[in-house]
């Protein structure tokens, strides 16, 4: 039996500059393939039918304070989005490993928790995302480009036959 290995430590950079000790958590953005119902004549059942992209995608940062720095880039918009960064270390069973997001995307909605005396002011960042990379030991496991028509998954591009085709 094999125990997971662990997510010792991590750094979030915001348009190439880090955040070390600002960020206690981010939601990484989930991977949902736009799928369409189909049943015809003959089946028992439908079947869902693969649409050549996936859902829309979104990741959320949670910092612990109103950052200026962070905040300012809410002024971007389409086709100005800026870089972020999530790098990693996973440790346990061997030698630790990088686990590394790399995204370009936009600032969509900023809400910050209630204000209490001697509490943390934590502010929730939500972004969407035009490019995505996922990388585990270097190896790219996921490549999005939303704008580029590349959605490239475990080294193959599932839209690359799409794109000849239309010339793109």
């Not at 270390?89 to 370009?104: D, I, M, S, W, Y």
């Not at 995505?132 to 591009?157: S, W």
């Amino acid at each position: 039996m094999a125990t997971p290995k662990v997510l010792a430590d991590y750094n979030w950079f915001a348009d190439g500059i880090g955040k070390v000790g600002l960020v206690p958590k981010i939601k990484l953005p989930d991977f949902t393939k736009v799928m369409e119902e189909y049943m015809a004549g003959g089946m028992a059942a439908p079947i869902e039918i693969f649409m050549g992209c996936i859902e829309a995608q979104t990741m959320t940062v949670t910092l612990a304070e109103p950052d200026p720095q962070v905040l300012k880039l809410f002024k971007f918009t389409n086709g100005e989005e800026k870089m972020y960064t999530f790098r990693s270390a996973l440790t346990g069973r061997g030698e630790a490993e990088g686990f590394v997001v790399k995204c370009q995307a936009q600032l969509k909605n900023f809400s910050m928790d209630d204000i209490e005396r001697k509490k943390l002011s934590n502010c929730d960042i939500e972004m969407t995302l035009v490019t995505y990379k996922l990388e585990r030991k270097g190896e790219v496991i996921f490549d999005v480009d939303a704008d580029g028509g590349q959605l490239i998954v475990d080294g193959k591009d599932l839209r690359a036959d799409i794109n000849n085709l239309i010339g793109n």
